[in-house]
């Protein structure tokens, strides 16, 4: 699924999550919804130019303009230095700044990871901060659709999640139920596509339905589909 039709079937779960607790208060019940439809998009963090990494990322045009003009620094820092001309490391530096600007997801992504499990071993957090410290390090790394999309990092993050948020605030519960809700809807929706979901542990297990296209006129509709259940639930949970 793309875009729409992860975001649509994502704001549908939350809003069926939301109508069976019907007593949540309207502040928190708004942020079950918003964080739902957030937790439809993450699972693609893993996809170099998914919506969401697309976020903390220059465009690709701008990623091969800066990836040329790091090579043509670094050449000139060369340059500099055989000539014995004044301060070729500053071309150098400029290469360097300009190598990460072209890298920017990698960097943000890495660098969340790396503080993540830094927090958890200097001041001692649950468990969860590791498995998501790990997951953001080598999310640069791994293929879309790979361990990311997995049942089993789904089970470990929900069980994290619950586990976290059982003793915080109503408002707290709800982020960690709405985001929940949002990533099995992702995984729901990849499997009825033609590339699908397969299990870590047992590689073999391929759910992969090939009802739909990606981007097609059916996830189109059912997009809608999803947005016009969500607004009939809004309206069955507070009226």
Not at 26 to 52: E, Q, R
Not at 116 to 133: A, D, N, S
Not at 178 to 193: N, P, Y
């Amino acid at each position: 699924m793309n875009r729409q039709g992860h975001v649509g079937l994502a704001i549908l779960a939350g809003s069926a999550l939301l109508y069976f607790t019907p007593t949540m208060p309207l502040i928190p019940a708004a942020a079950l919804v918003s964080a739902a439809g957030l937790g439809g998009l993450l699972p693609d963090l893993d996809h170099k130019t998914s919506t969401v990494s697309n976020k903390i990322q220059f465009p690709a045009r701008t990623r091969r303009q800066l990836k040329g003009l790091s090579i043509l620094c670094f050449g000139m820092g060369v340059l500099w230095f055989v000539m014995q001309q004044a301060m070729p490391w500053l071309w150098l530096v400029a290469g360097l700044v300009l190598t990460m600007a072209s890298r920017l997801r990698m960097l943000i992504l890495s660098g969340l990871g790396l503080l993540f499990i830094g927090g958890y071993e200097v001041y001692e957090l649950h468990w969860l901060t590791l498995v998501v410290g790990v997951a953001l390090l080598v999310m640069p790394f791994v293929k879309h659709r790979g361990i990311i999309h997995s049942p089993e990092f789904a089970g470990i993050l929900s069980f994290g999640v619950l586990s976290v948020t059982a003793t915080q605030p109503v408002l707290i519960q709800a982020l960690g139920l709405g985001m929940l809700a949002g990533w099995w809807s992702h995984l729901v929706g990849d499997s009825v596509t033609v590339e699908g979901i397969r299990s870590v542990l047992l590689p073999r297990l391929k759910v992969a339905l090939n009802i739909l296209r990606n981007g097609g006129a059916a996830e189109r509709w059912i997009a809608r589909g999803c947005w016009i259940g969500s607004f009939a639930l809004w309206v069955m949970t507070f009226y």
